[in-house]
């Protein structure tokens, strides 16, 4: 095989491999009814005028299968964490005892379910999407280098790998999907 067409596939398949890693890091976000902290990724606090991520500046803990734990390094930032937690806008309801902050991670009612399995789906179309996307790039310069002298052959070769390599994408996006429909569906 051509070095420039193994160099076009290595950068489709690596962009396809970012896709899938976004992919899995969007799907943590979702809260399937139990404690996760990675719900907690997103949430910036205001660490001295400084937006930081909460990880950074307490300690997230999960006591039990309902319950997020934050132990603050600092006592003063109780206050600023609860606050960036109700303006993260997660649906929790921060409670504080002065030494450390307890989220109660409710129970998911079977609407609430259905409308996650709905938003777990369209992320990972926006995966394929990407995965597609891949694909498209890595034939266009395929087409380009036929106009350059590359044979017809060789590049209906190549675009036979580079689709080889979007449906193996696509069948690990759909067993992602999978896998979250059942643990949010899972009473």
């Known amino acids: ?11 489709a398949e690596e962009q396809m491999k970012n896709s ?14 139990r404690a996760n902290a990675s719900i907690l990724d997103d949430v910036k606090v205001d660490y001295y005028g400084t937006d930081t991520p909460l990880n950074q500046v307490a300690n997230i803990s999960i006591p039990d299968p309902r ?8 006592k003063n930032m109780i206050a ?3 606050k960036a937690i109700m303006l993260a806008n997660l649906g929790f309801n921060p409670d504080n005892n002065g030494e450390l902050i307890r ?3 409710p129970m998911l009612t079977e609407e609430r379910r259905r409308d996650l399995v709905k938003q777990c789906k369209a992320i990972g179309e926006d995966a394929k999407v990407s995965v597609r996307n891949s694909r498209r790039e890595a034939i266009d310069e395929f087409k380009k280098m036929e106009k350059e002298g590359f044979s017809e ?16 994408y696509n069948n690990k996006v759909d067993a992602l999907l999978d896998i ?8």
Do not use: C, F
């Open 67 to 74: 319950t997020i734990s934050i132990q603050p390094w600092e």
């Open 180 to 187: 979250k429909d059942k643990e949010i569906m899972t009473v």
């Open 103 to 105: 989220i109660s991670v």
């Open 80 to 82: 600023p964490i609860e």
């Open 1 to 11: 095989m051509n070095e420039e067409v193994k160099m076009y596939l290595d950068e």
């Open 20 to 33: 899938l890693e976004h992919l899995v890091y969007e799907l943590s976000k979702l809260r399937a009814g």
């Open 153 to 168: 052959d060789e590049r209906k070769d190549a675009e036979d790998v580079v689709q080889e390599l979007t449906t193996k």
